[in-house]
Every structure is written in C-alpha cells, then in structure tokens.
C-alpha cells in the first residue's frame, strides 16, 4: 500500500469547479492525534508513507495559474516532514494547531505537511508519548478522506462514478440561477467586512454518554444538541441576546451522485437559519426541526454552488484580476458547520492506539466547528475571529450547564471537568 515520493509522476489534474473554490479560498485542513506510542523519526516516515500510499492525491501541488493540481513527484518526503522533542504537551493541541498558510508557499512540493512530537521522558500522566499532526488543502482532502484512512483504508475519489440524471427543467434552473447569482458575488466581493487575517483556534473534548442522554432527555438528535450547543453558545450566551436570525451552513455527504455533482468533493452544503429561543430545549427542539427540513433540499443547492462555481472559474481564466483574497475570503454564513464519518484507528494503524482525535478547518473570515466522533468522546474544534474567542468560553459554559463533561485534552494531564447536575442546570 506504500506509494513512495519518489516514483514517477502523473500528469496534471484539472481542478473541479468546488476544488478551484477551495484552493482559491487556500482553506486547509488537519488530522491531530495523541498515542502512547513513542514515535521515532523513522517510525513516523515510515506512518507518513502509509498515509499517502492510502490517499495518493497528497502528492499534488496547486498550480492556479493551470488551474490544475500536479504532481509534485519525485521530491524529498523529508521536506515535508517535521520531528520534535518536547519535555511535555502543555497547551497541546490548541497551541499547534495554527493556519496552514505555509502548505502554499513552496511551489514545488504537495499541499501537505506532517509533523510528529515526542516526548523526551517518558509518557504522561495520561499514557502518551507522541502527538501526530497532519495538515493538507481541503481541495486534496476531506473528513470522510481522514475517516477512511484511519481506518487503514484507501481514500478513492472516482473521476466519472455513475451518476443519476437531473432533470432537464431543474438543469436549466440551476443555470438560470447561477447566471444571476454572478453580479452578486461581485457587489459582496466589494463591499463585506469579514476579516480574513485575525484569527484564533479552540478545541474542547466533550463525553459522548453525557450528549447521548441530553438528546434522549430533550428528544432530539445527537446532532442536533451539539448544533445547538455551538450556535447557543456563540451568539446567545451571558449579554449576547442576538435576535437576529443566523444563517447556518452544515455539510453532509450522499452516497449518490448526479450530473452536476463536483468530480471530486463529495460533501454538500446545506443551509437553514435560526434565531434566538427562550431556553436551550427549545432552541434544540426548533433546530432539529429546521434540519430535518433543511436536509431535503441539499442536492438542489449543491447543484447551484457547482454551477456558480464554474461560470466564476471559467471567467477567472480571461480576468484573474476579479478573484483575489476578498473574492476567497467571504462566505454567506454566519456559521459552518461540519459533522465528519466517526474516526476510529484500525488497519495499519490500529497498533498506533490514536486517541483524543481532531479535525478542523481554516477558512479565512469564517465561524465554523467541525465535530469528530470517537468512541468515548467528541472534540469540537471551533475556529474564528479572535475578537470572538471569548466566546468560546460560553460554549464550555452551556456544556456545563445543560450537564455534559468537558473533557480535558490527554496533553493536558488532568480529569474531565465535572458538569453540573441536572437539577442544578
């Protein structure tokens, strides 16, 4: 299953039209992970060359200019790998997991990074010895991407899967739409205020016994609660009374595919809106309506953001002047938020014993959470603006509130934080 670096390349990718979206955006991801294993230097090459040999397009490097991903072979696996020793794994991971701007500035190696820290003596209070950190463009990689890999598995993205005709009325709509949507692009592009430089990353490990029964108790889905807890959190907590209904972006995938799906990305974006409600259980009684609603009209829009996506794509080719980092840098969202495939080691990495996972995102002038289940756990990992990382907090505090551990980061060498009792919240 090992692909090495250094055999021939392949020829040029052209980028999908919701991969030149994600590289314009130069929006990345990262896999991060704990283990009590101590790693060496060579041990972890030698992960790193199983993890590109079960997902290959980790070799390929961005060429805007092409609009084209290339293979970046033959090139030295020790450029883009990082090893450190550490006498401990204070403020880990949060202190680690900074925006990945750097996987763009070497033109000639792939848009993935890997780095590893060991400790020097000995395991932690904890059990850990090591702490793995993989970083790479989201147009290369997504959260079902990760989730396969873990599990020992390759990571295929079919060029041309079979797919379900649209119907032709609806086709023409989405052109219809997409055309439209054109001069409005433009006129955000020119006006938005988001800042795109500024911006902080927190992760908080909740127990996923705990977010089970609070679902049950408010008869809801787990999603749901967790939705809730994020959205409540940020905008609605201590002074923030926000009327203002939020528009909420969430991604889910579908095992089916239809003309005009991307040829690569699988998620699809959904969207719903809400606003301020009296209490917590009712807010995660009407979310949970909302996405319920929501998730019926996914494909649709979809269709529209692909559509849109390539009327911009194709006019970027004659005027590349348009598309510049406030271009990349806006997103019609209040909130992102992403909901990953369970991440559970197994295969070839199941000796490793990964354990306090995350996954996150770094977008630019964005809000978003991405949320990974494990078996005992779940992490958020919350990226923002850092004039709202205070905010942060709140979210911790309604976690309490409504009874649910906050559980504290293997690095970290202390307990889960206890929640207040029911009665008590």
């Known amino acids: 299953m090992r692909a090495l670096a250094t055999v021939a390349a392949e020829g040029p990718r052209p980028y999908t039209n919701f991969q030149w979206y994600l590289t314009g955006a130069r929006n990345t991801v990262y896999f991060a992970a704990f283990t009590p294993t101590l790693l060496a230097r060579s041990s972890f090459r030698g992960m790193v060359e199983d993890v590109i040999g079960l997902a290959p397009q980790l070799n390929l490097r961005n060429d805007d200019r092409r609009q084209a991903h290339i293979d970046a072979r033959p090139f030295d696996l020790e450029e883009i790998i990082s090893f450190t020793e550490l006498d401990s794994f204070a403020g880990f991971p949060d202190s680690v997991l900074s925006p990945n701007q750097d996987l763009f500035l070497d033109p000639r190696l792939p848009s993935f990074r890997a780095a590893c820290f060991s400790l020097r003596n000995g395991a932690n209070a904890d059990g850990n010895r090591s702490f793995v950190l993989y970083r790479a463009s989201h147009a290369l990689m997504e959260g079902v991407d990760t989730a396969q890999v873990l599990r020992g598995r390759p990571s295929k993205h079919e060029a041309h899967p079979a797919r379900q005709v649209a119907r032709p009325l609806g086709r023409l709509a989405t052109a219809i739409v997409a055309t439209l949507a054109m001069p409005t692009n433009f006129a955000i592009t020119a006006f938005h205020w988001r800042n795109n430089n500024d911006c902080s990353l927190r992760t908080i490990a909740l127990s996923r016994r705990d977010l089970k029964r609070v679902a049950t108790e408010l008869g809801v889905q787990q999603r749901t609660v967790i939705f809730a807890l994020v959205m409540n959190g940020f905008y609605h907590a201590n002074k923030r009374r926000s009327l203002r209904p939020r528009f909420i972006g969430y991604s889910n995938l579908s095992p089916r595919r239809f003309d005009g799906d991307d040829d690569f990305v699988r998620l699809r974006m959904q969207v719903t809106t809400m606003r301020q409600r009296s209490s917590f259980a009712e807010y995660a009684e009407a979310l949970d309506l909302k996405l319920a609603g929501a998730g019926r009209e996914s494909l649709g829009l979809q269709m529209h953001y692909n559509a849109i996506f390539g009327f911009h794509r194709r006019l970027a080719k004659i005027t590349p002047a348009l ?54 756990r779940i992490s958020l990992n919350i990226y923002s603006p850092t004039r709202f990382v205070d905010r942060i907090s709140d979210i911790e505090s309604l976690l309490a509130a409504v009874g649910i551990a906050v559980v504290t980061p293997a690095g970290a060498d202390s307990a889960a934080i206890s929640p207040r009792s029911p009665a008590e919240a």
């Open 323 to 376: 598309y510049g980092k406030r271009f990349f840098g806006f997103a019609p969202y209040d909130f992102l938020l992403s909901l990953v495939p369970p991440h559970t080691p197994s295969g070839v990495f199941a000796g490793l014993a990964l354990n306090d996972i995350y996954c996150g995102t770094h977008m630019a002038g964005v809000n978003c959470c991405v949320i990974v289940p494990q078996p005992d």
